[in-house]
């Protein structure tokens, strides 16, 4: 007959061939690489291991959500990376073996090319040095502008970056999701949204828009864009915070 007051739990980590021993009988580093099973079959035993014990640690907490696990950098963070990085290394070889760059031939110097760009991510910078258009002409000076179209881009440049270094110091909330906070989560949108419409505008020459229309649409599509995400977010937020805090009173009821 079967004792049926057994509970004992069985572990299952490893299957049948027990790849992840118990407390007791865990082998050292020494030991596993003496075995010179390869570095897969050891990086397998880590996660294993690293799981069986985050569970663990898990079951025997009153309230998991607070708990902060961690385990030591060597070797459990050192395998784990190592063979993310072997595998992306792998497949950056593999793609430059089999999908090779096209070299263009040399540039001409004495020839100007018809469109001049910068690399992609700089595209917003390039589009503010073309915002000629908002150079306005004072009628002090006699119908001349203040400074030159160049040095004004160069200026607007300043001013976005440095609205965007303020930006952090303004917004000291605590918030970790748009919907808790929709006002600086609009601001984050329409700065995004921003930053594509003025590579756009960058681009100019190849976009098949009229100038006066693309110039509206790089500063209206912002607008738009962090309005309708304010009001979404906003609309949001009250069943989001009561969803919030019922969870976290049936996990953790107040004393």
Do not use: C
């Amino acid at each position: 007959m079967t004792d049926d007051t057994d509970t004992t739990d069985e572990r299952t980590d490893g299957g049948e061939t027990g790849i992840v021993p118990p407390d007791d009988e865990t082998p050292t580093w020494s030991e596993r690489k003496a075995r010179k099973q390869g570095l897969s079959r050891l990086t397998y035993e880590y996660f294993e291991r690293a799981r069986r014990e985050d569970q663990d640690l898990r079951q025997q907490s009153s309230y998991v959500e607070r708990d902060v696990l961690g385990f030591p950098a060597w070797p459990h963070e050192m395998v784990r990376n190592l063979s993310l990085a072997s595998f992306f290394v792998g497949m950056i070889i593999v793609l430059s073996a089999t999908l090779p760059p096209h070299i263009d031939a040399p540039a001409n110097p004495s020839s100007t090319p018809a469109v001049i760009l910068p690399d992609w991510y700089l595209y917003w910078s390039f589009g503010l040095l073309k915002l000629g258009f908002l150079n306005p002409d004072l009628s002090l000076l006699g119908g001349e502008k203040l400074m030159s179209d160049r040095t004004y881009g160069v200026v607007a440049n300043l001013v976005v970056v440095g609205i965007v270094a303020i930006v952090p110091f303004l917004n000291k909330g605590s918030a970790r999701r748009p919907v808790e906070q929709p006002f600086w989560a609009s601001v984050g949108v329409a700065g995004v949204v921003f930053a594509f419409t003025i590579a756009v505008l960058s681009i100019k020459n190849l976009v098949p828009i009229e100038e006066g229309l693309l110039n509206d649409l790089t500063f209206l599509l912002p607008v738009v864009a962090g309005f309708i995400s304010y009001a979404v977010l906003k609309s949001m937020r009250e069943g989001y915070m009561f969803n919030l805090n019922r969870r976290y009173y049936r996990l953790r009821p107040p004393k």
